[in-house]
């Protein structure tokens, strides 16, 4: 028995046969294997047996009990009282809720439609044109996802708010309310837009639009009849990916919102400005049914997506078009531009001496250590938890990967296994974040211990960004061939050998992605870990807000600045040693 070529994840090349194991070829010349000894095979099999239900603890324990820990204390009063819906009539009759519950489902929605819009035609350009530096263009586009939603608010704040370079651009209007939310989501939430809408994009029928050129459809009619039809499936995921990015975020309306209410800073004020931890369990569940049912909906539209490469399709190359080709670079360095130039007012504001009227550059406001928030030891905090987020949520989320995917036995414990990994997908880092203090600070919980460490906010942040990882490593490992497992059991090698030897070196690239994935959005995020953090475990991305708070928007974009350089230098470096890991581990990807 000879084992099948894998189909090898990012586009790498075939196995070739020296790459399999000399032991695994002599093994193929000495006829049928001799059965395994039950022996061997059971213990491999109670092995199995503790990894898979170990590790549905662990994320029964970082996910599940919390969100359990959320539910029940939203049907508990503050004094320990049974009140069954009572808390939740309470919050219906409190003045604003109805107001604070429309603004976060129009705002969202408006939101994901401009930002739906404006990167579709982004995506247009960047894939189904000839446009020149298309490369480059996608590059900075994604530059935002290294940035805090809090860098792009205090960037409207200097160029629309009271002292804002444009603000008579908004005609008497202001900057805090509605537009801000707006304008700040549609610019932090535009890259994750942009990656659905390329890798819609990036597949196409060329023999569809020779047909439609055929029948004498032009190109305007070929994109009406052809194209949209073919990415509604992307420009509905992509608008709920979005949707729920904004109805769940606290950062933007939290600085630029001003007096507009939203679900997410309604949790914040019950929790940290009065303490009602009950009533805030109350808003965190209702936070839950929108992003749920988004969630739910995102989940059977992919269900329903069908394949747009057929077996006898004929890939798309897109041809020059002088005029659409000028246009769309035109737009596209409008919108690049456009991005730049909001982030690059936070990273001059952080160095001018006084907006707008000193406009000398130092490093005043870096001086952390004299402001609010915890000074450069938050900013060594949210350093260190990155870093153990990156490995620790990379090895775990590999191992929950491998152990879906792989094994044969103890299926129902895997299917539990990988329906908890998928949890957090559903889950807003807000409701995660308050779940965790409802579980990990009740006097009966042994794991009381690591309330306002740093551990918890590492395990906080590994479970609020488990999913995507989860999913990334599980798509990587099932396109490994199940022959691999066939041909080590009927040699006798054990799964842990299969699992250092072959699976790991051939998914290591995915790995480290997942890494960098972890750390950035570790360094970045401030929902999940706002409520969780002490004095002497603040984050940077806390010191931000408290800055703002405090009236130092200076020190804030300087903060805000610097998590952002330290995500783009981190990215480069595990860009680096995924570089270096492969040369040394790679080989058999090259003939």
């Not at 203090?437 to 395990?459: D, E, T, W």
């Not at 960098?516 to 002497?536: D, I, K, W």
Request: glycine letters at 8%; hydrophobic letters at 55%.
């Amino acid at each position: 028995m000879t084992a099948a070529t894998p189909a090898l994840p990012l586009g790498a090349d075939p196995v070739v046969p020296s790459a399999v194991p000399h032991t695994a070829r002599r093994h193929q010349d000495a006829g049928p294997a001799a059965p395994r000894p039950s022996r061997t095979f059971h213990g491999e099999r109670l092995w199995l047996g503790v990894l898979v239900l170990g590790l549905l603890g662990v994320l029964l324990i970082a996910i599940a009990l919390p969100v359990g820990a959320l539910l029940g204390r939203s049907f508990w009063s503050a004094d320990g009282q049974f009140s069954g819906l009572a808390q939740y009539m309470a919050y219906a009759r409190t003045p604003g809720v109805a107001q604070s519950l429309f603004n976060s489902l129009w705002l969202s929605a408006t939101s994901s439609t401009l930002c739906v819009a404006l990167a579709y035609g982004y995506a247009y350009g960047v894939v189904r044109s000839c446009m020149p530096l298309a490369a480059w263009f996608r590059a900075i586009a994604l530059v935002p996802l290294l940035a805090p939603s809090l860098l792009m608010a205090i960037s409207l704040i200097y160029l629309f708010g009271a002292q804002g370079l444009l603000k008579s651009w908004l005609l008497g209007g202001s900057a805090y309310g509605p537009f801000g939310i707006i304008l700040g989501s549609v610019l932090w939430t535009f890259p994750h837009a942009l990656m659905i809408l390329c890798t819609t994009l990036a597949s196409g029928d060329a023999r569809l639009y020779e047909a439609a050129a055929t029948l004498g459809a032009g190109r305007w009619r070929s994109f009406c009849q052809v194209t949209l039809p073919s990415s509604r499936y992307g420009l509905l995921i992509a608008w709920i990916v979005v949707f729920v990015l904004v109805v769940t975020d606290f950062g933007v309306p939290k600085v630029i919102g001003g007096n507009t209410p939203m679900l997410a800073t309604d949790i914040y004020k019950q929790v940290i400005g009065q303490h009602n931890l009950s009533m805030g369990a109350v808003v965190a569940m209702l936070l839950l049914v929108p992003a749920g049912l988004a969630f739910a909906a995102e989940r059977h539209l992919r269900a329903r997506q069908a394949a747009t490469m057929a077996v006898r399709a004929t890939p798309l190359v897109p041809q020059p078009a002088a005029l659409r080709d000028r246009a769309l670079l035109l737009y596209c360095s409008l919108v690049a531009m456009g991005l730049l130039a909001v982030m690059g007012t936070a990273v001059l504001a952080s160095l001018v001496t006084f907006w707008p009227y000193n406009l000398s550059l130092g490093f005043r406001h870096y001086q952390f250590d004299m402001m609010d928030g915890g000074g450069w030891a938050s900013y060594g905090n949210s350093l260190a938890m990155a870093a153990a987020t990156a490995v620790v949520g990379a090895l775990l989320s590999f191992l929950s990967a491998y152990l879906v995917a792989k094994p044969t036995g103890w299926a129902r414990a895997r299917q539990w296994l990988h329906a908890v990994a998928t949890l957090p997908m559903a889950v807003p880092g807000l409701a995660l974040g308050l779940g965790y203090i409802l579980f990990f600070n009740a006097a009966s919980n042994p794991l009381h211990f690591l309330y306002g460490s740093l551990g918890i906010l590492v395990l906080c942040s590994v479970a609020h960004f488990f999913s995507v990882a989860h999913i990334t490593q599980l798509t990587a490992l099932q396109q490994l061939d199940a022959e691999y497992e066939r041909v080590a059991d009927s040699m006798g090698v054990p799964f842990w050998t299969v699992l250092w030897r072959v699976h790991l070196p051939v998914c290591l690239p995915a790995v480290m992605q997942v890494a960098g994935y972890f750390f950035v959005n570790a360094m970045t995020t401030v929902s999940a870990v706002v409520f969780l953090y002490a004095p002497e475990t603040s984050l940077a991305s806390a010191a931000v807000l408290a800055m703002d708070d405090a009236g130092d928007i200076a020190p804030a974009a300087a903060m805000a600045t610097l998590i952002f350089a330290t995500a783009a230098v981190g990215r480069l470096l595990i860009a680096a040693l995924d570089g270096w890991t492969q040369k040394r581990t790679q080989h058999w990807r090259h003939r």
